[in-house]
């Protein structure tokens, strides 16, 4: 009985391992799942807040290196049921459906607001700073919930996530 060929296989049928770039994405959304990953993002933002306003290269460096490695620091969660979980699955959920078209126009839509943010504190704009991260947390709020509800709607094992 003939087996049907992987996509991925070669020649002789021996399946491609998966790419470095893959297992390192597959291990960031694994990782970031864990509802600690999402709580210490939010809790970067004063040190954001503090590095743009005191113009510290020093600090703007920390929490870009804090922001990128944020996700590798927990482990997977051992379970699915935390909003912030369901918030991540969410994202990776409509990634996967969404057209080039909606994820360039979504991942445009902070850059609205965060560039004005860093310029109001970068010029120490007190007002317009307090407006913007007031506006940019709400963005926020409403894009993590709308992420949750598409994952409390799609059908995928909750222990692990989608794939």
């Known amino acids: ?3 049907p060929v992987s996509a991925n296989a070669d020649a002789a049928g021996k399946v491609a391992s998966p790419s470095f770039a893959k297992r390192l994405s597959d291990t960031m959304w694994r990782r970031h799942r864990n509802p600690w990953s999402g709580w210490t993002r939010i809790a970067l933002t004063p040190l954001w807040v503090a590095a743009l306003w005191l113009h510290s ?3 703007i460096a920390l929490a870009v ?3 990128a490695t944020n996700p590798f ?3 997977p969660p051992r379970g699915g049921d935390s909003w912030a979980t369901r918030a991540v699955d969410g994202e990776r959920i409509w990634l996967a459906r969404a057209t080039w078209q909606e994820k360039v126009l979504l991942m445009a839509m902070p850059g609205v607001m965060v560039v004005p943010l860093g310029w109001a504190l970068w010029t120490h704009e007190p007002v317009w700073s307090v407006f913007l991260l007031a ?3 709400a963005f926020k709020g409403v894009f993590c919930d709308w992420t949750a509800r598409i994952a409390a709607e799609a ?3 909750r222990s692990v996530g989608p794939a």
């Open 135 to 137: 506006w940019s947390a």
């Open 65 to 67: 290196v804090l922001a």
């Open 73 to 75: 620091w927990f482990p």
């Open 155 to 157: 059908d995928y094992d």
């Open 57 to 59: 290269w020093p600090l």
């Open 1 to 3: 009985m003939d087996l």
